[in-house]
Structures are given as structure tokens and as C-alpha cells.
């Protein structure tokens, strides 16, 4: 894969840098305020693990300069993920990168930054460290399509006046880098990780802090985590993995403190309204929030008979899930919520009785059962 064409786009009210990477035209848009700095390094962090799982090697022009921090951690990055390829759905095989100059060139910048969008995990890097954040980033292109404008400006205006009101400002930027993976057959949840980083290194701020999804004791190999993230920095961008130590009902349990923030709760990338209250992300959300006693009109209540008949239908197919679901059932348990128990072993037991079928195919049909079922879906 070859990255050329790299260059700063100046407008009057934004900038954007930009660069061809085997055809897909990635960009990252920054309003005026913020200026992008011109390097090879964001597109490199958006690449790598796609060049892994494609088995090409990574190219950069000529002209073109990159850390030669970030090009020492990126042997140690492809050493992990190889070591994860079974996780990630993906052979993921060891690149070379070739071309451009390895070369340290002082950018003036000493922001530091978070990503935030009003969910639970940004919240909770939020006031952790408020007080060495200078300013957030909301990404149109992450949390909800390039296209969805008048949803993007409903939630941006929320999030902006909830920091403003904290003393924050809070920046709309844009960037296609979550479909430049889409675009390559790999999914977002394999290579976000680098492309958060990437966001970061384009702007070229001293420090990103990028939220915690999953625990250390919980952890499981995907794009982003406290193992890798670190490894994205470069030496003018340091980018930190926060929030580890902190399971998701924990974080909820926060909002309480901050009825404020409990108003703008948004957690949904779906796109079909402000929360749309059917997806797993939504309904694990609203499982938590009745558990813990905690209502919010950006959710429906989650009556007993939407835990009967919705929730309990519910289907999930990765493992990380199912760790969000334990800690909604332990938490049904402590507090006796009997019709939450039901659902939530029946859901369990649905994504075990599953996982035993697809193990007892591969190890028993070598997967034909897998192949048949999607030659049938095709048809």
C-alpha cells in the first residue's frame, strides 16, 4: 500500500490534511482554530494493521517525513497483533515499511486533548483529568456517519454547552479514517486503535487520552487497549490509554454525582435518533441505568415488559459483550431484580448455546456447517 500526495488543505473557516493511500482518499478535517500538522504519521497509524492483514508493505513518498519514534513501536505493535490473529478475525502478517525519511521535526503545540461525544467511557476520562485537558474533540465520521449532519450538530451542540458550562471547549472535527478499514474488508473494532491515534497525530498535540472500553481483568485482544496504545505515540504526541482500572457499571455509577451530564447521555452509533433504544449498546446502557436507579430522558424507562419482550431477545455475538452483560446480571443479583435476572442468564445462556455450536462445527464438520448457512444467505 503506498501513501502519497500528502498535503494541508488551507480554507477560511478549516483545515484539512489529507493523503491517496492505495486509492481511498483519507482526510481529517480541523476547524480554523486548530492547525494539522503535515507528517507521514496518522496515515501510518491508520494503515498498519490493514497492511498486516493484507500482507502488503507499507509505502510512503519520498518527500514525505515520519518519527522514527513511531517507526521503532511499530515492530513491537506488529509483534502483538500477530500474536492476536486468531482474536481478530484476521492473518496479520508482518510489513515492512519502505520509503519517505525518518525525521524528529518540532511541531508547536503543547495541547492536551480527549475525545468526547457524551458516552460513558469519555465521561469518565473526562473528570478524571479535567484538569490536564485543555480542550475534546467530538469526531464526526467515529460516533455516527459522515452524513447523519442535523444528529452530528443535535449531539455536538449538547456535549459543547455541557463543557462550556465546565469551563471546556469542545471542537467539531471530521475525518473518513473509520471507512478507510470498511473500505480494506476490515472492521472498525480491529483497527480503531490506530485510528483514534491517528486523529491525534494529524493534529500533532502533546497528549491524547483515549477511553478505556474494556478492564485489565476483562481485556480481550482488539484495536484498542492498554497494551498498544501507548504505542502509537511519536515523539511529538503522547497518546495514553485511560480508565482501565474502571468496569463500565462503575463509570455509570458516577453519573449520579452529575444530573448535567445524565441529560446529554448518549451512547447509540446507530444513527436512528439521539439513543434508539433497540441496540445492544442502548439496551445493555438502559439495563444498567434501571439496576442502578438512575433515569434519564435521553432512554425509555426499561419497564418489565420491554425486559421480557426486548430485552430479553436480545442476541450477542462477541465476548466483550457478554462481560457487560455479567456485570448488569451480578448487579440484578445484588439488588434482586428478578425479571432482570431471567433475561440476562437467558441471554447468556443463548450466546454459550451458540458459541458450543459453531466449536462443536469446526472441530467436528471443519466449519460446514458455517459455510452452508451463508451459501443459503447469499441465495
Sequence with gaps: MKISQIRIEQHPDHAILRADCAGFDLWYKFPAPLQPR?????????????????????????????????????????????????????????????????????????????????????????????????????????????????????????????????????????????????????????????????????????????????????????????????LWSNHQTQIVHHGANVKRIDKLKELTNDPEFLAILRVCWHDHGYNCGECEKCLRTMSSLRLLGIETDTFPTLSDHLVKHKLRDLKLYNIHDVQFLEENLDLAIAVNDSVMIEALQHIKHNFELRALIKQADELILHGYAHKLKQLIARH
Design 38 to 230: 503535515l507528517s507521514a504519521d496518522p496515515f501510518i497509524a491508520a494503515c498498519l494493521l490493514i497492511c498486516m492483514a493484507k500482507n502488503q508493505n507499507l509505502e510512503i513518498e519520498a518527500s514525505a517525513n515520519y518519527s522514527p519514534i513511531l517507526l521503532n513501536n511499530l515492530e513491537q505493535l506488529q509483534n502483538i497483533f500477530a500474536y492476536w490473529q486468531d482474536y481478530l478475525g484476521h492473518t496479520m502478517h508482518h510489513i515492512k515499511i519502505m520509503g519517505g525519511t525518518a525525521k524528529e521535526e518540532p511541531f508547536p503545540c503543547n495541547d492536551k486533548v480527549s475525545f468526547f461525544s457524551g458516552g460513558v467511557d469519555g465521561y469518565h476520562t473526562y473528570q478524571q483529568n479535567q484538569q490536564d485537558i485543555d480542550y475534546l474533540l467530538f469526531a464526526k465520521g467515529i460516533d455516527m456517519q459522515l452524513s447523519s449532519d442535523t444528529l452530528y450538530q443535535h449531539a455536538f451542540n449538547s456535549n459543547k454547552d455541557y463543557l462550556l458550562s465546565k469551563h471546556k471547549t469542545l471542537y467539531p472535527i471530521e475525518t473518513n479514517v473509520r471507512f478507510l478499514g470498511y473500505h480494506n474488508q476490515l472492521k472498525w473494532g480491529v483497527c480503531f486503535g490506530g485510528g483514534l491515534s491517528s486523529i491525534a497525530l494529524a493534529l500533532g498535540v502533546k497528549k491524547c487520552y483515549i477511553a478505556a472500553g474494556l478492564t485489565y481483568q476483562n481485556n480481550i485482544p482488539e484495536g484498542s487497549n492498554y497494551i498498544t496504545d501507548h
